[in-house]
């Protein structure tokens, strides 16, 4: 099929020079969608292409994005809160229970300020017994930064939540639900985004990424580009077990098959398809490495975070980075409130090359601060592609959202 935008040089132009009517095209697109209150989406930018490559709907890492940046958000942040109950007044935050990770504390910290920066009481609460001593009602601790962070013990009456003997009104879902917190959500009367409904125990990476094909595609067909320059390839692969080894042969067939798709040069990404925190996930260049994998690697592919069995993965094309950070292979995160952007950072990792997994032992955040982009052609031209692929981003979380409520 022949496209108006055939090559990422003509990518970056025809974005820079259409803005209005993409984003026209964004915002009807998400009108009466269940966008979810927040989320941080990966960006991969290679030679060739732009690519999401992750997207979280609990996401972590405030603490890394720029402090302007956070205040500028305030309005939004606000609006939003408003939005999911017009009487908000005190917000509560359901936070991971990995208290013991001295950076999340720092993102909890920073999540907090931006809700009683908006006006808001702000309390943070979990229903995870096991973080309380018998008859202790909150938790005291202190974050890597130094800041004080009160997790308070919550509770359910009468369909409200409530902690400290006062009702929330308003929750801010912060637990990706992993492993599922024993609560009703359905019969709950307060007010929480993103929804509970579609944490880890059930989402899956496949359903996601195939939701974000149909909606690049389509942008893409509106516009005349080439839907390669904006999406990695992949294939989706249900009911394997690395424990076993049931189901090996058939997830190496989809990595030979992409390959031959792409090129003999080219590396897959192998990621379990429920996995997070940058767990569950191999490099891999053939089939015959799937088949041969060690004990260890399909142990790490096997279980991830709070021992979810992973039994799909997701076989997606390695885009090979060309951000450096401190001559280190680097990635861009960005972050939006009901799915607009409004700050992000630079992903680096001393240990891996330009075709690595990025979110693990070794990474390291730079800000980055839009206050403090330069105004020229360029730079706004890269804001604005970023900006439209983590928009396109929730709009296929809309879609996993509306498919569950």
């Not at 915002?27 to 009466?32: A, E, S």
């Not at 005291?140 to 013990?153: A, P, Q, R, Y």
């Amino acid at each position: 099929m022949s496209f108006k935008v055939q090559t990422k040089d003509q990518l970056d132009f025809f974005i820079c020079h259409h803005w209005n009517d993409i984003n026209k095209y964004i915002t009807d697109l998400k009108t009466n969608l269940p966008i979810p209150f927040y989320s941080s989406v990966d960006i991969r930018e290679s030679n060739f292409k732009y690519a999401p490559v992750d997207h979280n709907m609990y996401p972590a890492g405030f603490n890394n994005v720029c402090s302007m940046d956070l205040k500028d958000s305030l309005p939004i942040f606000k609006n939003t809160i408003l939005k999911l109950n017009q009487n908000a007044n005190h917000v509560g935050i359901i936070p991971e229970s990995h208290t013991k990770n001295s950076f999340y504390l720092d993102h909890l910290h920073s999540l907090s300020q931006l809700v009683k920066a908006s006006g808001f009481e702000l309390t943070i609460i979990t229903f995870d017994q096991s973080l309380f001593e018998v008859d202790q009602s909150e938790l005291h601790l202190t974050s890597h930064s130094g800041h004080e962070i009160i997790i308070h013990k919550a509770i359910v009456q009468d369909h409200l939540i409530l902690a400290k003997n006062q009702i929330i009104d308003t929750v801010i879902m912060n637990n990706d639900q992993s492993n599922p917190l024993p609560i009703d959500w359905k019969n709950l009367k307060t007010a929480i985004s993103p929804t509970p409904l579609i944490g880890w125990f059930r989402r899956q990476k496949n359903t996601h990424f195939t939701y974000y094909k149909k909606v690049i595609d389509e942008f893409c067909a509106h516009f005349s580009i080439n839907p390669d320059l904006l999406q990695a390839k992949f294939r989706a692969v249900d009911n394997i077990d690395f424990e076993s080894k049931d189901g090996l042969e058939k997830l190496a067939h989809a990595v030979d098959e992409l390959k031959a798709e792409l090129g003999p040069e080219s590396k897959m990404f192998v990621k379990a398809s429920q996995g997070t925190y940058g767990m569950g996930i191999s490099v891999v260049s053939s089939g015959e490495e799937i088949i041969n994998m060690n004990r260890k690697t399909r142990n790490k592919m096997d279980v991830g975070k709070n021992s979810i069995k992973f039994t799909s993965a997701l076989v997606q094309e390695g885009v090979e980075t060309i951000i450096r950070h401190d001559s280190h292979p680097a990635e861009i995160t960005i972050y939006l409130i009901d799915g607009e952007c409004i700050g992000g950072f630079i992903r680096a990792n001393t240990e891996k090359d330009s075709l690595g997994n990025l979110n693990s032992k070794g990474m390291i955040f730079k800000k980055i601060c839009i206050t403090d982009i330069g105004q020229d052609d360029e730079s706004k031209c890269k804001e604005a592609i970023y900006s439209i692929i983590a928009r396109m981003t929730c709009i296929a979380a809309a879609l996993e959202i509306k498919e569950v409520i």
